[in-house]
């Protein structure tokens, strides 16, 4: 059981958009930044990618299709002009400061139908 | 640029101990801390720890405090973690990841490994 909380599934055709939630608490998203990673599960030895970090920033590299937001114990991943490539798991993730360590959502995975 | 190469896949029996190894190269390796992670099968991330290089020590979560030794090597740019009194449920996929942010515990990982399978199993 993870301690944040997030959809199992999420799906939408090309070109739409895409919003994965990630809900948590006080001790966690209430209180620190949230980060999402991205992994292509389906490719096997693939490492996770770093997709926002800090809630909303882009790493060099990610395209601005991709938008984090956060608000009090929960926040977002939107996912714009969705594209084939985009199917992946998606993973949320905060410092919990009661558990002194990361946690992380259990992760959506992303249909391009 | 940056690259995070680990040992190969494991299988071990229950009551048994691992060590994953993580190779680091493309940047100074003491300025950053490795993190390990692991996922098992059908379940989301699961942080394990995390070590500074550049002083060695490490923080470990609640879950696997006496159990877990994270280690590394800088003079081949190295970083290790042992496992001890392996269960079944420890069959998962193991990562090092580095944290984003220079000398920063508390950043996200901006580079991962590929991960090492370590299967549990009698």
């Known amino acids: 059981q993870s301690v944040l909380t997030q959809p199992y599934s999420a799906s939408g055709a090309p070109g739409q958009r895409v919003t994965i939630s990630c809900s948590g608490s006080n001790s966690n998203i209430g209180s620190n930044p949230v980060s999402w990673y991205q992994h292509l599960h389906h490719l096997p030895g693939t490492a996770p990618k770093l997709l926002i970090y800090s809630n909303n920033q882009r790493p060099s590299g990610v395209p601005d299709r991709f938008s984090g937001s956060k608000s009090g114990t929960s926040a977002s991943l939107a996912i714009s002009g969705l594209q084939a490539e985009d199917e992946a798991d998606y993973n949320c993730a905060a410092w919990d400061d009661s558990l002194n360590g990361w946690v992380f959502g259990g992760g959506t995975k992303v249909s391009v139908l | 640029q940056v690259l995070l190469v680990q040992s190969g896949p494991e299988v071990k029996k229950p009551g048994a101990s691992v060590q994953v190894s993580c190779k680091a190269s493309?940047?100074?390796?003491?300025?950053?801390?490795i993190h390990w992670v692991r996922q098992a099968p059908g379940q989301g991330p699961e942080w394990m720890g995390c070590v500074l290089p550049n002083r060695g020590g490490a923080s470990y979560a609640q879950k696997f405090r006496g159990r877990v030794t994270m280690t590394r090597d800088t003079s081949i740019n190295t970083a290790y973690m042992e496992l001890r009194s392996l269960q079944s449920d420890d069959t998962a996929t193991y990562y090092c990841?580095?944290?984003?942010?220079?000398?920063?515990?508390?950043?996200?990982?901006?580079?991962w490994g590929r991960g090492t399978l370590v299967t549990v199993s009698s």
């Open positions: 493309g940047y100074t390796f003491t300025d950053y801390y």
């Open positions: 990841a580095r944290g984003f942010f220079e000398r920063v515990a508390r950043s996200p990982f901006d580079y």
